[in-house]
């Protein structure tokens, strides 16, 4: 029980999990859940109350029972105690102004990551205004490799998703050339299928495998499926570079998505068996999302931004080369604007990369939120600051698949323009070696680009 | 969507790198080989999309003139009813879908009131994300299905049409009137090139508390996409199908597989061509 007087009101917060989600700022999701603060002020009554909690706390109050939640058990039997002890005295507070401090540098944040619990990292987040969001997680570096290095110091990745309504192998091809001629797909080059046939799946995984070793691309490809079906894929010897999963906070969200953590450990040992990887084996790539668990039905009565923070729990358990949280895909009833998208993500990057996870977003949105291409501007450009791990590129910015806009292949060129964020370096080696690159910038292309071949491929 | 010509197009090419690779536009829709201006959008593609963005953004907005299609239904024979959702307006039905899935109480006691001892098929049709589908593609869609039911001798109930409406709306609209089946028409959720898309679902034995898998889905009716014909054929098919054996997963839409749904293909595609 919590609770403060302010002026002639008394608050109360029954237990942990009410106080996070009463502390959360505002979004539309919380309401829907009956979970928000009713008021301003019992919103910042709540943080007064929360930023006074000891982050000892969190250990011996899981906000979901231990008992009833596979991720809970996760969290807790998966803490390192003894990292934990340099923060073990602070208080939720305490713990934000030690953040900010200049004891908290990239190596002493990397070595604290795990022993700091998702419930923490959320429960700081909800202290934190923009800039505090901002600058911590441009202390924390996390470094990951498969076929290229991503997550150096002043670089950041593009994911190239190259979606198509029918997935016809001429159309992907075509949006794969033109992302690549500008300069994208260093993260992975990933296709969100509209078919879940393996069958088909397999037509894909190796018409991008065979463009891969045609032109030598140092980047690794993935079909965003089911993790079920990559697995029957693998086993079946297709060329699986990296194993797809939308994960989420909850045991019972999971199981909505039709997983658990025994097969996305079975996954992710079969595809590091095949050992595909050149200077890395991080073969994992996540997808999150604010709303996620609400949606199944499956909070258990906690924000949706707390539930998404404990799917980085089981996203960091698997060493992932991407984490990605799809931030405005799930539409205006989790995250009604373009400011609650906004706050979502730099919240999303923040509580991942201190969790210690190569941590992207999909900065996007739908046509029924509050938002526009100004708001994805100004989250991509915050979010470049925040040094963030990669982005997504589409054909300008509109996924003809999905039915979202999400940024494009010029997004990226203006942050890497504005901020002077390089690629991945295997990956910029290649673009110059084709000169599609000079010094990081785009080249004016002849007629016949040499990569054009790449269309014969899949004739 | 038409092209809008830029008048600046070609004024100076001198400052944009156009892209060699155009002719790949024949393998997709998507927005490829744009050009730039140093690294960012030309100013045409960046008026292309604004203008893609803000037709989606009206479509979502722009509210659903019921007395207009109201009109157009009762002229071509059916007898209409209106209703709205527990939604009080468009900010807080895009906030609370529970308040779109019910209906307002004095328009549950509107239907109630009805003494019309029920019906084989109720066709509710809402607004949903996009109320230029509904008013686009509603009444066609009806005019094009209602000579198969009459031909399998169903009988037809009035027309409900739904503001502020989410897809489970019907199934409350489908009980208050004893209806068999429902069959909502709702527009889809616009995306940039699909700004009109109607989607359709068939509910059988409606009531309040029907889940998804209960459910049967036809999307993408337009012109442009599933036309009126063969969403017509399908729909009818499924209704048939539905009466007998109950709407859901369970159910796999057979329709194409019947004679005469290839007959219609070809004239849709000669159509689409010409």
Redesign the interface.
């Known amino acids: 029980m919590y609770h403060i007087t302010i002026g002639p009101r008394r608050y109360h917060f029954a237990d942990l999990k009410t106080l996070l989600a009463r502390a959360s700022p505002l979004r539309?999701g919380d309401?829907?859940a009956g979970v928000a603060a009713a008021s301003a002020e019992e919103r910042v009554a709540a943080r007064y109350c929360l930023a006074d909690v000891p982050l000892r706390d969190f250990l011996q109050h899981p906000i979901i029972p231990y008992e009833d939640d596979e991720i809970t058990r996760l969290i807790i039997d998966s803490h390192d105690a003894a990292t934990f002890a340099a923060v073990a005295h602070l208080t939720v507070g305490g713990f934000r102004d030690w953040l900010l401090s200049d004891a908290a540098n990239p190596a002493t944040l990397a070595a604290l990551a795990p022993g700091i619990t998702p419930e923490m990292a959320a429960a700081v987040s909800k202290l934190m205004r923009n800039q505090d969001l901002i600058l911590v997680a441009r202390k924390c570096r996390v470094v990951t490799a498969f076929r290229n290095t991503q997550g150096l110091p002043g670089h950041m990745g593009v994911r190239l998703q190259?979606?198509?309504p029918t997935d016809?192998a001429?159309?992907?091809?075509?949006?794969m050339?033109?992302g690549l001629?500008y300069g994208a797909g260093d993260a992975v080059i990933g296709i969100n299928p509209a078919t879940d046939s393996p069958e088909a799946i397999h037509t894909m995984l190796a018409m991008m495998d065979e463009v891969r070793l045609r032109y030598a691309i140092p980047t690794q490809s993935c079909v965003l499926t089911h993790v079920t079906t990559t697995l029957e894929l693998i086993n079946r010897g297709a060329p699986v570079d990296l194993v797809f999963q939308s994960v989420a906070g909850t045991e019972r969200a999971n199981s909505g998505f039709g997983i658990n953590l025994a097969v996305l450990q079975e996954a992710h040992d079969a595809a590091r068996s095949l050992q595909r990887g050149t200077v890395g084996n991080n073969v994992m790539y996540f997808e999150t999302g604010q709303g996620s668990a609400l949606s199944a039905g499956a909070h258990w009565g906690a924000d949706q931004q707390t539930c998404e923070a404990r799917a980085y729990a089981v996203a960091r358990h698997f060493s992932p080369l991407l984490v990605n949280t799809v931030v405005g895909f799930i539409g205006?009833?989790y995250l009604?604007d373009g400011k609650q998208i906004i706050r979502a993500g730099l919240e999303d990057h923040f509580c991942g990369k201190l969790l210690g996870l190569p941590m992207g977003c999909d900065i996007c949105y739908?046509?029924?939120a509050e938002a526009?291409?100004d708001d994805m501007d100004t989250l991509l450009t915050l979010l470049g600051t925040a040094g963030i791990h990669f982005i997504i590129g589409?054909?300008?910015?509109?996924d003809?698949m999905l039915?979202?806009?999400s940024t494009?292949f010029?997004d990226a060129?203006?942050l890497?323009?504005l901020l002077g964020l390089k690629r991945a370096p295997e990956f910029e080696d290649w673009l110059e070696t084709m000169a599609i690159t000079r010094a990081g910038?785009?080249q004016?292309?002849?007629?016949?680009?040499p990569l054009?071949g790449l269309?014969e491929t899949v004739a | 969507m038409s092209v809008i010509p830029f008048p600046g197009a070609a004024a100076n090419p001198d400052t944009i790198?156009e892209?060699?690779?155009q002719a790949?536009?024949q393998?997709?829709?998507?927005?490829?080989?744009?050009g730039?201006a140093?690294?960012?959008?030309p100013t045409r593609?960046t008026l292309r999309?604004?203008l893609?963005?803000a037709q989606?953004?009206d479509?979502?907005h722009t509210p659903l003139d019921s007395t207009a299609l109201a009109a157009t239904l009762t002229q071509a024979g059916h007898s209409v009813l209106q209703v709205q959702s527990a939604a009080a307006n468009r900010a807080q039905y895009?906030?609370?879908?529970?308040l779109g899935r019910r209906l307002h109480p004095d328009s549950r006691a509107q239907l109630l009131a009805q003494q019309a001892g029920g019906c084989d098929v109720l066709f509710v049709v809402g607004d949903g994300?996009s109320s230029l589908a509904t008013a686009s593609h509603a009444a066609p869609l009806l005019a094009a299905t209602l000579p198969y039911l009459a031909e399998a001798g169903l009988h037809v109930g009035p027309v409900v049409i739904a503001s502020q409406a989410r897809v489970a709306l019907a199934d409350e609209a489908g009980e208050c009137l004893q209806a068999r089946l429902v069959v909502m028409l709702l527009g889809e959720?616009?995306?940039?090139?699909?700004p009109d898309s109607l989607g359709v679902y068939l509910t059988s034995a409606p009531k309040v508390g029907r889940m998804d898998s209960e459910r049967n889905c036809i999307s993408n009716v337009r012109p442009a996409g599933l036309p009126y014909p063969l969403a017509a054929f399908k729909l009818a098919w499924l209704i048939r199908a539905a009466l007998q054996q109950g709407s859901g997963v369970a159910l796999k839409d057979g329709s194409a597989a019947e004679p005469g749904w290839a007959a219609l293909l070809a004239r849709s595609q000669s159509a689409l061509l010409a």
């Open positions: 539309s309401l829907l190259p979606n198509h016809d001429r159309g992907i091809a075509a949006a050339l033109d001629l205006p009833e009604y739908t046509n029924h526009d291409q589409v054909p300008g910015a509109d003809i039915g979202y806009q494009s010029h060129l203006y890497r323009e910038r785009l004016a292309h002849g007629q016949q680009p054009l269309m | 790198t892209d060699s690779w790949l536009g393998h997709t829709v998507a927005r490829i080989a744009l730039r140093g690294a960012s959008l593609e999309f604004a893609a963005h989606a953004r479509a979502v895009l906030q609370r879908p529970d994300l959720r616009p995306g940039l090139s699909s």
